[in-house]
């Protein structure tokens, strides 16, 4: 099973990237008005632009030259009358340092075969970020690249920097392939998240370096085929299954493989994390496969008890059932003495946990594990001794 996905996230690689022909259209920004002096707004231009390429009934190529631009906000939406436009960045877009308005700041409804190559976006979220460490009341921020309800979606090569939210939003989309993209902002930098998935089938993750204040990879209600690959995440809180539960009916999580993944000085490592209340999601069909731990704080994790500000959910137990769970060629450094921690809900237990060659120490001494509701089993070499 595992090397048929292989297969397949490498046919989606094929598929999806498509540079730009010699037979596209192309559209420059500077010819609708753009200026790279990192001060005049692009978003007139780029959208004029949108309107051509998304309009024109053969393939078309937006073109953002070297320089930095400044960029207010584009929302650009579809259907387009053809299904292959594609915005080739040599440059830079440059959000407002302000964060008065917490919409989306580049967002994509309703497209279908939109590619993204090459170029940087810079959220500048360092204001807004020091604003909520000042306690003060503050917008929540604005995502910096959302794709939803989109389909067969390439993006590839690019650059995201400080984003005020999360970085890159996948919702509601379907065959969508990240590529070759590098992601960061500070450690300290909140709900940072680099890649976001949430109701989407058939997402593609490879050969990306996360760094952030948040989740490297988030996975949300109704995922689905999910595969990530070739991954480096650090810092930040790792590669995370949720949270999921906070709605009493919610899509489950299924078909979701981590493979070749490295986490450097993270909060976590491979987690699953619900709510501590009512709901019928679930968790299913996840193989997390060689993954090296660099001094991770929480290298291996499942938490059904999530409450935050302890509102809403104190004394009740989690309702996703999480199932058919694998960790296999796991090895590395814990930062903590508990390096396995299975914590599930006393109600709904984990069931069909699999350990499979597991190596996790804590310094110069064994780490432990620790498990509570859940059942699975192991095989090979696991340490610290498995506690199912």
């Known amino acids: 099973m595992a090397s048929l996905r292989s297969s397949l996230s490498l046919l989606l690689v094929v598929a999806f990237f498509h540079p730009t022909s010699s037979d596209d259209t192309v559209y420059d920004l500077v010819s609708f008005g753009a200026n790279p002096d990192g001060q005049t707004d692009s978003a007139a231009p780029l959208l004029k632009a949108w309107l051509a390429a998304c309009g024109s009934p053969a393939p078309a190529t937006i073109r953002l030259p070297s320089g930095r631009f400044f960029l207010s906000r584009a929302a650009m939406n579809g259907p387009c009358n053809n299904r292959r436009v594609t915005i080739q960045m040599d440059g830079t877009?440059?959000?407002?340092?302000?964060?008065?308005?917490?919409?989306?700041?580049?967002?994509?409804?309703?497209?279908?075969?939109?590619s993204i190559i090459g170029?940087?976006?810079?959220?500048?979220?360092?204001?807004?970020?020091?604003?909520?460490?000042?306690?003060l009341s503050c917008p929540r921020g604005s995502r910096s690249l959302v794709f939803c309800n989109s389909k067969n979606i390439s993006i590839s090569g690019l650059t995201s920097l400080n984003s005020k939210l999360y970085h890159i939003v996948i919702d509601r989309c379907q065959n969508v392939l990240v590529q070759g993209v590098k992601i960061s902002a500070p450690a300290d930098s909140p709900n940072t998240d680099g890649v976001h998935v949430q109701g989407s089938a058939d997402v593609t993750i490879v050969a990306t370096?996360?760094?952030?204040g948040d989740d490297c990879i988030s996975v949300g209600p109704g995922t689905s085929n999910l595969w990530i690959e070739r991954v480096a995440c650090g810092p930040g809180h790792g590669i995370s299954i949720g949270s999921l539960g906070k709605q009493s009916e919610?899509?489950?999580?299924?078909?979701?493989?981590?493979?070749?993944?490295?986490?450097?000085?993270?909060?976590?490592?491979?987690?699953?994390?619900?709510?501590?209340?009512?709901?019928?999601?679930?968790?299913?069909?996840?193989i997390f496969q060689h993954a090296t731990m660099q001094n991770v704080e929480n290298p291996i994790v499942i938490t059904q008890s999530y409450?935050?500000?302890?509102?809403?959910?104190?004394?009740?137990?989690?309702?996703?059932?999480?199932?058919?769970?694998?960790?296999?060629?796991?090895?590395?450094?814990?930062?903590?003495?508990?390096?396995?921690?299975?914590?599930?809900?006393?109600?709904?237990?984990?069931?069909?946990?699999?350990?499979?060659?597991?190596?996790?120490?804590y310094g110069n001494n064994a780490a432990n594990a620790s498990c509570k509701n859940a059942d699975g089993s192991a095989s090979g070499f696991v340490i610290p001794p498995s506690c199912l």
């Open 93 to 114: 877009f440059e959000a407002p340092s302000s964060y008065a308005d917490s919409e989306d700041w580049i967002s994509f409804d309703h497209v279908d075969g939109v």
């Open 209 to 212: 370096g996360i760094g952030t």
């Open 307 to 361: 409450c935050p500000n302890h509102k809403g959910c104190p004394g009740q137990d989690s309702g996703v059932k999480i199932s058919q769970v694998t960790y296999s060629d796991i090895q590395g450094s814990s930062a903590n003495p508990v390096a396995v921690d299975f914590s599930c809900s006393p109600t709904n237990p984990c069931s069909e946990i699999g350990l499979e060659n597991i190596k996790l120490t």
């Open 119 to 135: 170029g940087t976006i810079d959220g500048r979220g360092a204001s807004l970020w020091d604003c909520k460490a000042k306690g």
């Open 250 to 286: 919610e899509e489950g999580v299924q078909n979701v493989t981590v493979k070749t993944a490295v986490f450097t000085g993270t909060q976590n490592g491979l987690r699953i994390k619900t709510w501590g209340r009512p709901s019928d999601g679930f968790v299913k069909g996840v």
